[in-house]
Structures are given as structure tokens and as C-alpha cells.
């Protein structure tokens, strides 16, 4: 259980950074499609692309528009993480 006091502050109408990784290689152009998300691509040791998209968004119903727009296009999610 995560006792970190800043919890408090997070809601669903709260404004968060995230960091989204998914294997493959997501078009640079679809930054605006992604709710302005930075896209960056790298290649894992094992020679296998994938693409990291970072920025901020503006509440949790905006981050999961972005999750179900990468799921349609078929791109399996390898990690997230969400700050304040």
C-alpha cells in the first residue's frame, strides 16, 4: 500500500505527466492524435523497437482516450508511469 502523502492530491479531474511505452513504432505525426504527446522511438538491446511518449495531461479521461487510441492501433503497452 503507498502511503506517499502527494496520493491525496491526484483525482480524476487532476492534471498529470505520464510516460507511455509500447513495442513498435508509433508515426511522429500522430503527436497531435495523441493529445500532444512527445514521441521518441528506441531500439532495445534485443534489437526491438519500441516508442516512448511523455507529456502531460490534462486529466485522467484524457490519458485513457490516449490508452484506447494506442490499443486500436494495435500497440501492446509495456509500461506507464503517472506523476504529479
Known amino acids: 500500500m503507498n502511503t506517499d502523502s502527494?496520493?491525496?492530491?491526484i483525482n480524476f479531474t487532476s492534471p498529470v505527466i505520464v510516460r507511455i511505452e509500447?513495442?513498435?513504432?508509433?508515426?511522429?505525426s500522430y503527436s497531435d492524435y495523441?493529445?500532444?504527446?512527445?514521441?521518441?522511438h528506441y531500439?532495445?538491446?534485443?534489437?526491438?523497437r519500441y516508442t516512448?511518449?511523455?507529456?502531460?495531461?490534462?486529466?485522467?479521461a484524457a490519458l485513457l482516450g490516449v490508452l484506447n487510441t494506442l490499443y486500436?492501433?494495435?500497440?501492446?503497452?509495456i509500461s506507464i508511469s503517472v506523476n504529479k
Open 6 to 9: 502527494s496520493l491525496k492530491e
Open 22 to 28: 509500447v513495442k513498435g513504432v508509433v508515426d511522429k
Open 34 to 40: 495523441l493529445n500532444g504527446l512527445v514521441i521518441r
Open 43 to 48: 531500439t532495445s538491446e534485443d534489437k526491438i
Open 52 to 60: 516512448g511518449l511523455e507529456g502531460e495531461m490534462p486529466d485522467q
Open 72 to 77: 486500436e492501433m494495435r500497440f501492446p503497452l
